[in-house]
């Protein structure tokens, strides 16, 4: 397992790196991960502040911060991209999962907020695979 593995957003503009010892992995179905992620869930990662280093565009960062409840989303401004950010409910690190570049060292351990999820992710799984757009 890597000691430390690179992530980025989109349009490569921002990059990072993270220690691989994360604590914990949740995939969070909440509305307000549906909403800013446009998909069935959030994928977040979290550990320790320290773990971060950011290697190129700190200042393309952006935070929106929900006005009514502790959620907190920080994205590329150029792409849109989720980057890592301080939880405000734990205050630890929160890696969304599909920023980074290398597997990480730990697969999903929660499906948070499941009564909130949404119903059509219950096939998502069984339905047929491909490498392409199918057709
Ligand atoms: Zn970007
Ligand atoms: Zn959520």
Request: aromatic share 12%; glycine share 8%; with cysteine.
């Amino acid at each position: 397992m890597r000691e430390f593995i690179q992530g980025s957003c989109l349009c490569g503009k921002v990059r990072f790196r993270v220690a691989n010892h994360f604590k914990v992995f949740n995939l969070c179905h909440c509305v307000q991960c549906r909403k800013i992620t446009g998909s069935a869930h959030a994928s977040n990662l979290f550990t320790d502040m320290e773990a971060l280093e950011w290697i190129a565009g700190q200042e393309l960062l952006q935070t929106f911060d929900h006005p009514d409840n502790n959620f907190r989303k920080v994205f590329c401004r150029e792409c849109g991209a989720g980057l890592p950010f301080q939880s405000r409910r734990t205050g630890m690190l929160l890696v969304p999962a599909g920023a980074l570049d290398e597997e990480p060292g730990l697969t999903p351990q929660h499906n948070i907020f499941w009564r909130e999820h949404a119903h059509w992710y219950d096939s998502a799984c069984s339905a047929p695979r491909s490498d392409r757009f199918p057709g």
